[in-house]
Structure formats: C-alpha cells, structure tokens
C-alpha cells in the first residue's frame, strides 16, 4: 500500500491565525476530505490536541497551479482559538481515489 504524502501535499493553506502541526493538518484533511465526498456543510472535529467545526464552502480556488475544493475551520488548540482557510489539493483528492469530474477520462 503506497504510503500517505506529507500534509503539505494534502492541502493548501489560504489563511491561518496561527501555525499549523502535522497533527493538525490532518485532521482537518480528514474532515474535509469526508465533507467534501458526502457533500456534507460541516463537521465537529475533537481530539487531544483540538476541538471545532470545520465547514465545507462549496466553492473551489486557484492559487497559481494548486487548485480545489475550500474550506473553513475554527478550532481551539493549546494555541488559543483560530481559524483556517484552506483547500483540498488534486493530490489530497486523488490520494484517495477521488478524481475530479473535469479530470476523468
């Protein structure tokens, strides 16, 4: 089974009130990869590190090449309270055999 790629291949950071951990960014890789198969608007998310709501803006940007379907966060960590832009990579969809329509044979 090939091996995940690092977070920062997963998804792209629009906007952060603070930095980011690797724990972090997979967690709110997870969430939004699951709102944005099941077209869901928002999901709590909780852990050790974290607890939230991460919503699905149904909506997609571009930054230069990287392109995808955006998301919010805001979450509490051992940082204090934050929020999140970000949006799913074509890697971070394809990682898990999503393909985007427009890039379907």
Not at 20 to 30: C, G, K
Not at 36 to 45: A, I
């Amino acid at each position: 089974m090939p091996e995940t790629p690092p977070y920062w291949q997963l998804l792209s950071v629009l906007f952060s009130s603070f930095p980011l951990t690797p724990s972090l960014a997979m967690t709110l890789y997870e969430a939004a990869f699951d709102l944005h198969t099941n077209d869901k608007k928002s999901k709590k998310v909780a852990g050790d590190v974290l607890s939230g709501t991460v919503r699905n803006l149904r909506k997609h940007a571009m930054l230069g090449t990287i392109g995808g379907p955006t998301f919010e966060a805001d979450v509490e960590t051992e940082r204090g309270k934050g929020t999140i832009r970000f949006l799913l990579t074509r890697e971070g969809l394809e990682t898990r055999g999503h393909v985007p329509k427009h890039l379907r044979n």
